[in-house]
């Protein structure tokens, strides 16, 4: 099957100016992830949706940061305006919904490649 | 909030030498998984731990979930330099929930 697809893969701009990154989850996987990724850390959870409702946007620096999943499918992830501070990866992830206490009672989610995002 | 403490930080290893890190929670956990990420790559998962006191064998990788579910470790035996790359751990406090906090990682060089 096909994995989870980002772009752009890098982008360098200058703080103050705008960005947006896309995502397409693999095919059917009704849960997506935004993480943010600093250099020689964990990933950090940004939002969670499922289908197109968000579950989760508690860690989102909602003065912005926005993110939205119209139709269930793909994800944008928008940052404005930028600060030097959201230099980082920028990870999607995808997961589905898990059959509990059946045979695949996990919800392994699929990162993408991510994001490589710089501020000047 | 949830609090997760992974050790060490950074292991050098000689090729062939047995490679172990540790995942501790301040809370009790649902679940815990575990995700390698190599260099320029993207977490990859290996395995999820569910149950109380659970050991589970990939190959050479050893992972266990502590009986009060609130710390793990992963060991390697005889490492290769295939395994090179920051593993890890991302805590579940809540069944049913797919949400992971996950930890500072832990990189592992190995010298051939």
């Known amino acids: 099957e096909a994995g989870v697809a980002q772009s752009p893969r890098y982008k360098i701009i200058e703080k103050r100016q705008s960005v947006a990154f896309w995502c397409n989850p693999i095919s059917g996987h009704a849960t997506l992830y935004w993480y943010q990724q600093i250099l020689g850390q964990g990933p950090k959870l940004l939002i969670q949706f499922q289908n197109n409702g968000v579950v989760d946007d508690s860690q989102l620096p909602k003065d912005r940061f926005s993110a939205e999943r119209l139709k269930g499918v793909d994800s944008t992830l928008k940052i404005q305006p930028a600060k030097l501070e959201d230099s980082a990866v920028y990870l999607c992830?995808?997961?589905?919904?898990?059959?509990?206490?059946?045979?695949?009672?996990?919800?392994?989610?699929?990162f993408g490649p991510g994001t490589r995002l710089t501020v000047t | 909030g949830q609090q997760v403490m992974q050790i060490p930080q950074y292991q050098h290893v000689q090729e062939g030498e047995d490679f172990t890190t540790y995942c501790n929670s301040s809370t009790t956990l649902s679940n815990i998984q575990w995700y390698k990420q190599r260099p320029g790559g993207h977490p990859v998962f290996l395995i999820q731990l569910v149950k109380s006191g659970e050991v589970k064998k990939q190959k050479r990788l050893t992972f266990q979930f502590g009986e009060a579910k609130k710390n793990s470790s992963l060991h390697i035996t005889a490492t290769q330099t295939t395994d090179v790359g920051t593993y890890f751990c991302?805590?579940?406090?809540?069944?049913?929930?797919?949400?992971?906090?996950f930890g500072k990682g832990t990189k592992l060089s190995v010298i051939p």
């Open positions: 991302g805590l579940s406090p809540r069944a049913g929930s797919y949400q992971l906090t």
């Open positions: 992830a995808s997961s589905s919904t898990p059959d509990w206490g059946g045979p695949k009672s996990s919800y392994e989610q699929y």
